[in-house]
């Protein structure tokens, strides 16, 4: 989809003071996340410290369009549903029965009350409810819950969350095109809120995650001790926390388009403490529009053997009619830290549907908005998330492959 992905979250205040969330877990160790193999395995027993001790579970992600899913259980029995992947948001939502404004989507919809672990949180003697807005206008309302969670690892035995915060979505818009079934039954929330899936997970190293995503085949998502990024061609970027921002900053000191070195330095989006946030759920790096207009004009000095066109898609993209992406530069981002991420063209230029036009996938955005480092940018690097150290990694990785 592309959520654009800052993510507003506007829950009562009551919520805020009524409730503590907690998680407990089944695995002291780290592990790997099955993101689209179903499993029947349904056991939501407890396991022993020793069951997962030398294992190497790895697991699966699915590229859907534009937005990446996994697959987890709620409830008891579990029902399978598969959510979008948001490093931008922190709500784990999903829709729920009955709806009276639910979008369409493939699956069942999760229905609570067949659910014997479902728990709906009481605020002053109501419902507590939640309010989410996302900055492309996509949205969900419902009440909030406690649901046991159940994910299946490929080491066989499933990773058990109990009393872990969800949203009930009663009132959503499509996450994807207006009027079609939607591959996702909901967002899976991952920054450093309160009520994200790795804030809530009972890990010895917490705030460890990775993952690699790739545009065919399968990928992966990794949490714990499992998710270290490290070894020949890692790069790593500091990672920078704001007050009331539970996002990943990032601190973006230069782009550089092909031998042109483009500095922040001097520019309005210059800073010290970050900069830009890395989203999982939206398509497209977004750049404030000054900025963004000097890199847009480095590459067309650049391009000088395609003639540019209006983008066909109406997202005001750099287009250009050509019919491979060869002649346009390679792409450098630089990152404090020492992180100089040098970009496949694939990551950084997409191709219309209608075939035949190419387009920067750097969208110049509105001022007022955070910067975004989205998830084309992203395809095959290994990210490694460790707010331990305040460090995001990057391996250049064939994500299809890596596990295969």
């Known amino acids: 989809m592309s959520l654009g992905t800052t993510t507003m979250i506007v829950l009562f205040l009551q919520i ?44 699966d992600t699915v590229f859907d369009y534009s937005i990446y899913l996994m697959r987890l259980q709620l409830g008891t029995p579990p029902f399978e549903i598969a ?3 948001d490093t931008g948001s922190d709500l784990i939502w999903t829709q729920c029965m009955p709806c009276p404004n639910c979008y369409n989507q493939f699956a069942p919809i999760f229905d609570p009350s067949k659910s014997s672990t479902f ?23 419902g009440t909030l819950a406690t649901e046991t969670v159940t994910i299946q690892s490929t080491s066989g035995e499933p990773f058990v969350m109990a009393e872990t915060s969800i949203g ?27 009520s994200s899936l790795i804030s809530q997970m009972d890990l010895p190293l917490p705030g460890l ?88 004009e480095a590459v067309a000095a650049s391009v000088v053997a395609a003639n540019q066109v209006p983008d066909p898609s109406g997202e005001n993209l750099l287009c250009y009619n050509w019919a491979t992406m060869e002649i346009f530069p390679v792409i450098t981002l630089h990152f404090a830290g020492g992180a100089d991420l040098v970009l496949d063209k694939y990551n950084m230029y997409v191709e219309t549907l209608t075939g035949g036009t190419f387009c920067l996938a750097i969208g110049c955005g509105d001022p007022s908005m955070p910067s975004i480092f989205g998830n084309r940018a992203q395809n095959n690097l290994l990210v490694g998330y460790d707010s331990s150290t305040n460090v995001i990694s990057f391996s250049p990785t064939n994500c299809s492959a890596l596990w295969s």
């Open 16 to 59: 805020i003071t009524c409730f503590l969330f907690t998680a407990t877990t089944s695995s002291p160790h780290g592990f790997t996340i099955d993101l689209i193999q179903r499993r029947s395995n349904s056991s939501s027993s407890r396991l022993s410290k020793n069951q997962l001790l030398g294992s190497s579970p790895y697991a």
């Open 83 to 85: 959510a979008e992947i």
């Open 119 to 141: 728990k709906e949180k009481i605020c002053h003697g109501k419902p507590c409810h939640y309010e989410i807005i996302y900055a492309d206008e996509s949205y969900s309302t």
């Open 168 to 194: 009930c979505g009663l009132n959503n818009s499509n996450l994807m095109t207006p009027g079609f079934a939607a591959s996702s039954s909901g967002i899976v929330g991952l920054n450093m809120g309160p």
């Open 209 to 296: 995650m990775s993952y690699c995503f790739s545009s065919q085949g399968t990928s992966k998502i990794n949490f714990g001790t499992n998710a270290v990024v490290a070894g020949d061609g890692t790069v790593a970027a500091d990672m920078f926390i704001k007050k009331d921002q539970p996002f990943y900053y990032l601190n973006l000191d230069a782009v550089s388009v092909g031998d042109k070195r483009i500095e922040t330095l001097g520019t309005p989006f210059h800073a010290q403490d970050g900069n830009i946030f890395i989203d999982s759920g939206t398509t497209y790096t977004y750049l404030p529009t000054s900025y963004c207009n000097l890199v847009r």
